[in-house]
């Protein structure tokens, strides 16, 4: 059992960064392959980024590829999502996601075990 929360969404202008954190406690963060994934007004959630238990290995939806950055501090029980060069059109309510059970990184929201409350990010043109 690990709770997950996510910190750091806010408003800002296009072409802006914001860094998002998700902070785990109950269990070592070490063990879970995360995930981040987004859910926009009226849309389904989708898949956004993903990264191995040791950081080692990493994997962008098409959509964000050269502007977000997944990364972990397995030290600090935390993961990040650096947001680059952000466009509107990733306004969401943004969710980290903790797979207990994988054998590598997966896109998959139905894979993940446990997820965070979310956190709003509005990019605004």
């Known amino acids: 059992q690990v709770q997950l929360v996510e910190t750091g969404g806010g408003l800002v202008q296009a072409g802006g960064s914001l860094r998002l954190s998700c902070a785990a406690s109950?269990?070592?963060?070490?063990?879970?392959?995360m995930g981040w994934f987004r859910q926009a007004p009226g849309k389904e959630r989708e898949f956004v980024s993903a990264?191995?238990?040791?950081?080692?290995?990493?994997h962008y939806a098409d959509s964000v590829k050269g502007r977000f950055t997944i990364s972990r501090d397995n030290a600090k029980n935390t993961a990040y999502l650096q947001m680059n060069s952000l466009k509107p059109e990733d306004t969401a309510v943004y969710y980290c996601?903790?797979?207990?059970?994988?054998?590598?990184?997966?896109?998959?929201?139905?894979?993940?075990?446990?997820w965070g409350q979310g956190t709003q990010v509005t990019v605004s043109s």
């Open positions: 996601a903790a797979d207990y059970g994988a054998l590598g990184v997966s896109s998959r929201s139905e894979q993940y075990d446990y």
């Open positions: 990264i191995s238990r040791s950081g080692g290995s990493t």
């Open positions: 109950g269990r070592t963060l070490s063990i879970y392959c």
